[in-house]
């Protein structure tokens, strides 16, 4: 099967940057910018740099230390915001102007109280003008979720004519169900005549949960890039988490994708994003949250200790992860007891654990884990003949 990249356009900067509390000083970007580069993203989004002088002065810095991926600055379909993000952009190696306009019917009527044809007027405009500045223009059109699919159409093909190498089809509100947005991209691929000559690229929130659904859906169907972030951070619900997308692609060999992410460095970069940006990431959180690869049930324990395989299907080095974790609570059984204990040192017969367990339940009902020092009062109370620790 012909493998196809999908190129990893992160916008922690931007797009995470903008959820309340999470603001970056110009040295936390760059070192964060660093990060995302070694970790192997294709496109870093830097920033808005219109928006204030800061924002500018980040993207300007970040261009200036990047040596690889590309450096994109955010605008809209305004030439000012374009000579802005180009002046930011002038020393980046690979720089991108990514510039749009809402497509939606409820944008158009409401956001821009304009109509499609001057809609579709003000996207060429936008896309003809950055490309004076640079040779990589990326048209995002806003709301394209709820947008008409043969007006959205018309939209994608004008743009690329205008000379957009990619057009990012955004799912801005996370209204789309997976098979929604994976058609979209579908009836792109298939009625866009010149859809060869750019890539189409997923940017989907978070709003019902499904982002990571819907881009997968999208690079199933055609899109070759996908807009996410480190975490899902983003407005509102977040964006597209990039460590999910990136593992499902990885998993998932008979899809015929791949990416350049170096996924021993996920849980790394995570942890400094959380740190950085000073929003913690949830326990239960795919692939990075601190409940990944921790078991607590006696049923998976048991599967877990004979197999890892019958419970994880990554390993978590794979993903630069702490070893896997049995947890110790009252829903643990025998075997998950006897494997703590002796990885504590000790050594029990089945009696022996028989015996430790009523012991350890009673514990357990009291508090919600078993930690190593009430195993070691469990052992010295119940077999101190036995116990070799």
């Known amino acids: 099967m012909a493998q196809h990249k999908i190129f990893i356009f ?38 808005f740099p219109v928006s204030s002088p800061g924002d500018f002065e980040s993207v300007e810095n970040i261009s200036k230390v990047i040596k690889n991926a590309t450096v994109c600055g955010l605008t809209r379909a305004i030439k000012k915001d374009i000579e802005v993000a180009a002046a930011a952009l002038k020393k980046a190696k690979r720089p991108r102007i990514h510039t749009g306009i809402g497509v939606s019917d409820l944008h158009i009527k409401t956001k821009f109280n ?67 947005y994976g058609e979209k991209i579908a009836y792109l691929i298939n009625n866009v005549p010149n859809v060869d000559k750019a890539i189409l690229s997923c940017h989907c929130h978070n709003d019902l949960g499904l982002a990571t659904a819907n881009s997968i859906a999208g690079v199933m169907n055609g899109a070759r890039q996908i807009e996410c972030t480190i975490n899902g951070l983003g407005e509102r619900a977040g964006n597209t988490s990039l460590e999910e997308v990136v593992m499902i692609i990885k998993q998932h060999e008979s899809l015929g994708l791949y990416t350049d992410i170096k996924a021993d460095q996920l849980n790394p970069i995570s942890r400094l994003v959380a740190d950085t940006m000073r929003m913690p990431v949830q326990p239960n959180k795919a692939i990075v949250g601190s409940n990944a690869f921790a078991h607590s049930s006696g049923i998976h324990q ?62 357990a009902d009291v508090k919600k884990e078993v930690g190593d020092e009430d195993l070691k009062a469990l052992a010295a109370n119940n077999h101190p003949e036995v116990a070799i620790a």
């Open 10 to 47: 992160d916008t922690t900067l931007r797009d995470g940057e903008q959820v309340p509390g999470c603001k970056l000083n110009a040295g936390e970007k760059i070192e964060l910018a660093l990060a995302l580069e070694n970790l192997g993203v294709d496109i870093i989004e830097a920033g």
């Open 114 to 180: 304009s109509n499609r044809d001057e809609i579709l007027e003000r996207a060429v405009e936008a896309v003809t003008y950055a490309r004076t500045f640079v040779d990589d223009v990326e048209f995002y059109g806003e709301d394209a979720g709820r947008a008409d699919l043969e007006f959205l159409a018309r939209v994608v093909e004008a743009v690329i004519k205008a000379g957009a190498t990619v057009v990012n089809i955004p799912d801005t509100t996370g209204y789309c169900l997976p098979h929604q």
């Open 302 to 363: 048991d599967g877990f200790l004979k197999n890892a395989e019958n419970y994880e299907i990554i390993r978590p080095e794979e993903v630069g992860a702490d070893s896997s974790k049995i947890v110790l609570t009252a829903r643990s059984g025998r075997a998950a007891l006897a494997h703590r204990f002796q990885k504590l040192g000790y050594n029990f017969d089945r009696d022996g654990i028989d015996k430790l367990y009523q012991a350890f339940l009673k514990v």
